[in-house]
C-alpha cells in the first residue's frame, strides 16, 4: 500500500522539470523535421520560454518547410530558433547569469544572443549537427565567452500522461 505519511521520492530533479518543459514548448512546433524548445531559468524561476517557429504575424501557411531547394524556397531565412524567441520572449530584460534548456545544441547565431544577453549556462540534450561548422563556430564563441554547455541525459522516462482518477 501507497505511504502517505513520508515525503516522495520519484520526484523530478530541477534539470528534468526545466529540459521537460523546454521539450513540451517544441511540440508547439510546425516544422516538421526538427522541434526545438527552449526554456530560461534564474534562480530556479522560468523566465523566458520558446520553439521554433516563424515570427509572430507570419502565417505557419504561408511559407515553406522544405529543407532543401532554392534559399527562399526553404524554411531557413524564415524561422526564428527556440533559444531566441526565449530570449525575445523573456519576461525580464535583464537575463544575466541565467540558465538556458534547449534540445539542440544552439547554432552560431543562437550562441551570439545567448552570450550578449549574459547567460552563463547551456543545457542541451542533442548534438546532431556537431560535425557542422556553424556548432564549430558556436563552441568557440561558447567557449571564449566562458558560458559552459552541458549535454544531459535523454530523460527517456519523463512521459506526460494524466490518471483519469486525477480528474
Ligand atoms: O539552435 C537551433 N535552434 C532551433 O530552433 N533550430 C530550428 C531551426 C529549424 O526550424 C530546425 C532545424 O531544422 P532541420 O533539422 O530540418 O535543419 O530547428 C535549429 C537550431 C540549430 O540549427
Ligand atoms: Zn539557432
Given at each position: ?86 530570449i ?55 567557449d ?9 541525459p ?14
Open positions: 500500500m501507497e505511504n502517505l505519511t513520508k515525503k516522495r521520492e520519484n520526484y523530478i530533479s530541477w534539470d528534468e522539470y526545466f529540459m521537460g518543459i523546454a521539450i513540451l514548448s517544441s511540440k508547439r512546433s510546425k516544422d516538421p523535421n526538427t522541434q526545438v524548445g527552449a526554456c530560461i531559468v534564474k534562480d530556479n524561476k522560468i523566465i523566458g520560454m520558446g520553439y521554433n517557429g516563424l515570427p509572430r504575424g507570419c502565417s505557419d501557411d504561408s511559407f515553406p518547410w522544405d529543407k532543401e531547394g532554392d534559399f527562399l524556397n526553404t524554411k531557413y531565412p524564415f524561422i526564428v530558433h527556440a533559444e531566441l524567441n526565449a525575445l520572449n523573456s519576461i525580464k530584460s535583464d537575463l544575466k547569469g541565467s540558465k538556458i534548456y534547449v534540445g539542440l545544441f544552439p547554432c552560431n547565431e543562437c550562441a551570439k544572443a545567448i552570450i550578449q544577453s549574459g547567460i552563463k549556462e547551456i543545457f542541451y540534450l542533442s548534438d546532431k549537427y556537431r560535425d557542422s561548422d556553424i556548432f564549430k563556430a558556436s563552441k568557440l564563441m561558447l571564449n565567452a566562458n558560458v559552459t554547455y552541458t549535454q544531459l535523454p530523460m527517456k522516462d519523463i512521459v506526460l500522461q494524466i490518471d483519469p482518477d486525477y480528474i
